[in-house]
């Protein structure tokens, strides 16, 4: 094997790593048999869950985190640094590739492909004393790791999502998101999420996608017809009872720019690789947190008074359930679980595509 079909094989295996929205904000280059640049962006000009950058941030490190990872089959350390002059928006990171006799392979190697997201309900199952021990060391020393396991815990979170979602789905720019990430029909996607991983039955799937079709009727389902109940019960309020647990990774250092999201996303990657290697199945529930970024940065997600407003009051209710403080950290929120596979998954763009200048899409996944 010459090292560009080595290296691009590496390439292979981080392009599985998870991104906002199935986004994958980054392009690829080969600088040298040694040498790849990973020319990052960022999608905070059209989502607004992307907050300063910082969810696409946490998905650069999580897949410099995945190529470090799939390095070490080869004996390969690779290590990267963010390039100067690169601004947060475009970041360029360089990762350096050397042999070294003391690297071995890395176990989470063999679940990259297979980790996924499962937005379903999982079995009640709760976590065995081995997957609570692997989940709070995959997160590392400058993360706590804070478990929502018993009934009560999981119907205070279940009670947060439900407010939570009522927010997300009354916005109109959360619905011009919305409108575009979702590939109706598809049980795969190499770019978006395809319907069938969605996570709603296929009645309220066909009902979801009329209705997202423009705005007033999404206004007039919402106020007249309940129209946020259906989605909100199966997307939020039952998924949350139906878990394990809810997990929630929090820094122990202020969570201040490109870098540190990045090594969020890294142990974001290492806690979802871990749950795979475990056999639990997870589901990032970022928008909380999300919200709550704009609620404690005196930021604004959306036009309306009324849902900045909810946003500050969700914040509160969240540093409550989590027995946190206004200026605590949170970092990374989900729920984990035993469940059977999923319907449908998220692809991704072929790596050829992903090469600076290659033609996305057109590749295939
Ligand atoms: C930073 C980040 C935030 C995410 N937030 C959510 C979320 O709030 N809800 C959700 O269902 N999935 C969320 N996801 C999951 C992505 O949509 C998913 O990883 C992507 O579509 C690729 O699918 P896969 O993980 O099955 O490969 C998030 C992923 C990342 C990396």
């Not at 009902?207 to 705005?215: A, E, P, T, Y």
């Not at 035993?338 to 600076?356: F, I, K, N, P, Q």
Request: glycine content about 10%; hydrophobic content about 45%; overall charge neutral.
């Amino acid at each position: 094997m010459s090292n560009r079909e080595l290296l691009m094989g590496l390439l292979d295996r981080a392009r599985w790593a998870p991104s906002g929205d199935n986004t994958q904000p980054w392009r690829f280059e080969i600088v040298s048999d040694k040498h790849i640049a990973i020319h990052g962006h960022d999608t905070r000009d059209w989502c607004l869950y992307d907050f300063q950058g910082h969810a696409s941030h946490m998905a650069h490190g999580a897949l410099l985190e995945t190529l470090r990872i799939a390095a070490t089959v080869h004996g390969l350390r690779a290590t990267w640094r963010w390039r100067e002059g690169t601004p947060d928006d475009h970041p360029i990171y360089d990762v350096t590739l050397e042999a070294a006799s003391t690297v071995e392979r890395d176990p989470l190697e063999s679940v990259i492909e297979s980790r996924t997201v499962q937005r379903r309900p999982m079995r009640l199952t709760p976590l065995n004393a081995t997957q609570r021990r692997a989940l709070s060391e995959a997160a590392g020393d400058d993360f706590q790791v804070q478990l929502f396991e018993t009934w009560e815990a999981r119907w205070a979170v279940a009670k947060l999502l439900w407010r939570n979602a009522h927010i997300r789905l009354t916005c109109p720019e959360a619905y011009e998101v919305h409108k575009e990430i979702i590939e109706w029909g598809a049980r795969f996607s190499a770019d978006r999420i395809p319907e069938r991983a969605v996570g709603v039955d296929w009645l309220t799937a066909r009902l979801m996608r009329w209705v997202m079709g423009n705005w007033g009727r999404v206004q007039f389902f919402n106020q007249y017809l309940m129209g946020t109940v259906a989605p909100r019960v199966q997307l939020d309020l039952i998924p949350a009872m139906a878990c394990a647990a809810h997990l929630l990774l929090r820094p122990k250092q202020a969570l201040e720019g490109l870098e540190a999201h990045l090594r969020l996303g890294a142990a974001m990657q290492r806690v979802w690789l871990t749950a795979a290697a475990e056999g639990l199945h997870l589901q990032p529930e970022m928008t909380p947190v999300i919200f709550r970024w704009y609620a404690r940065a005196g930021q604004r997600f959306s036009a309306s008074d009324q849902l900045a407003l909810r946003a500050g009051e969700l914040a509160a209710a969240f540093e409550a359930v989590a027995g946190a403080g206004q200026g605590d950290e949170f970092g990374f929120f989900c729920r984990v679980g035993v469940s059977g596979g999923v319907e449908g998954r998220s692809t991704r763009l072929g790596v050829d595509g992903l090469m600076v200048g290659g033609k996305g899409l057109g590749s295939g996944s």
